[in-house]
């Protein structure tokens, strides 16, 4: 299913939904743009995210962005772990809902 190829069809939707894909793209750009949180932790945030959510393709572009940024592979490597643990802490607490 993942294929970076897909992402050339990414302007597609801007061309299907022009004000909702404007809108979209005005956001992204915002939440990395302002702000005082340094593009390189935004980028690990986005990066831990993406893993969170399983999406390959953020998964990529936001290792792309953070290395960019100056992130170190150490980073990216305790991201990875801080994303695990909330995923998994997310299956314990859900799992408390299956005790008496």
Do not use: W
Not at 29 to 34: L, T
């Amino acid at each position: 299913m993942y294929d970076k190829k897909n992402l050339s069809k990414f302007s597609r939707l801007g061309e299907l939904a022009p004000e909702a894909f404007k809108a979209f793209v005005a956001f992204d750009e915002a939440v990395v743009k302002y702000g005082v949180v340094p593009l390189k932790y935004k980028e690990l945030i986005a990066f831990g995210v993406a893993l969170t959510t399983q999406c390959p393709y953020c998964i990529d572009i936001h290792t792309t962005k953070a290395k960019k940024a100056g992130a170190t592979e150490q980073e990216l490597a305790e991201a990875t772990l801080i994303a695990a643990a909330l995923r998994a802490g997310g299956a314990m607490t859900h799992g408390t809902h299956s005790l008496e």
